[in-house]
């Protein structure tokens, strides 16, 4: 049994005649009528009802079309991967995405990379401050999308491009704002338990310290910002958050930004896209690269 004769089968029900499957396959009559005998003779038994004035599939035959049309499908499916990976397209890429990264920045992108390049894995990393830059320093992802300062990405040896910008704010239930009792100062709240994001890389260099933090501060860690914000929602502690993952629950006064007079809690920050500067990258990387300076 081969594909061809499969595909001259799904030919034959899908137009209902040998003339118009000829036409369709751009092939002669008599090539199409030996090829469905052939496919006969190869399972010992009719699979059209010839009777009519239109070629009607049979029990048996309607059995073997409907599995022709998996096998076909598996064929193509086999046909297109291979041409993927003769093109030199990558079988996976990575990519690293800080945890406050806003994601409707990526969701475009990743789209027309999962049209454009159907069989390439794609896995996202979540990683949270010096995660990102390390798992593009040590090539575990080609890409990251993450918030740094141009100097360290520089002195890192990247090429970036900006491509949004956030802020993050200092927020608490409502609940634990009332019993702070209208702080004033940051010693005000060290009581008060501060949720913080675990680092998911080594901290290395500028970000070798727990920023925002103060000495004495009672504290719980977690690994991801989802996680703080049930935390925070729950009134089990205060915390920083990028603007866009709790601006629903500040507008239902479900969190609250904590603003203490003279000290300055939220603050801007720039989420760039970086990879290594490097001169070749696989043509599934270069097109994310390219997407992200559209």
């Not at 010992?44 to 049979?58: I, Q």
């Not at 933090?213 to 502690?237: E, N």
């Amino acid at each position: 049994m081969k594909l061809d004769q499969l595909k001259v089968l799904r030919a034959v029900v899908e137009t209902g005649s040998v003339k118009a499957a000829a036409e369709r396959l751009n092939r002669t009559q008599p090539a199409i009528s030996q090829a469905l005998k052939a496919l006969e003779a190869r399972t010992g038994t009719a699979l059209f009802d010839r009777s009519g004035y239109r070629l009607e599939l049979t029990s048996v035959g309607r059995r073997v079309y409907l599995q022709s049309l998996r096998v076909l499908s598996e064929a193509e499916d086999l046909t297109q991967l291979i041409r993927h990976f003769e093109k030199g397209q990558e079988e996976t890429i990575a990519i690293a995405i800080d945890a406050a990264a806003d994601l409707n920045v990526l969701t475009p992108v990743l789209a027309g990379l999962q049209t454009r390049f159907p069989d390439t894995r794609v896995v996202l990393r979540a990683e949270v401050l010096s995660g990102a830059i390390e798992a593009v320093q040590s090539g575990e992802a080609a890409l990251a999308v993450a918030p740094a300062i141009p100097v360290m990405l520089e002195e890192g040896d990247f090429d970036y491009r900006p491509v949004a910008r956030s802020v993050m704010r200092n927020v608490a239930a409502p609940s634990l704002l009332d019993a702070m009792d209208a702080p004033r100062t940051l010693a005000d709240i060290r009581r008060f338990h501060q949720v913080i994001a675990r680092d998911s890389g080594q901290a290395s260099g500028l970000l070798d310290r727990e920023l925002g933090v103060q000495k004495g501060q009672r504290r719980w860690y977690v690994s991801d910002l989802h996680m703080k914000k049930h935390l925070l929602l729950a009134g089990l502690g205060w915390g920083r958050l990028p603007e866009h993952m709790i601006a629903e629950e500040l507008a239902q006064d479900r969190l609250r930004e904590i603003v203490l007079p003279h000290t300055h809690l939220s603050f801007d920050i720039e989420v760039f896209v970086f990879r290594q500067r490097r001169p070749a990258m696989g043509p599934v990387a270069a097109h994310l690269w390219d997407a992200f300076g559209m």
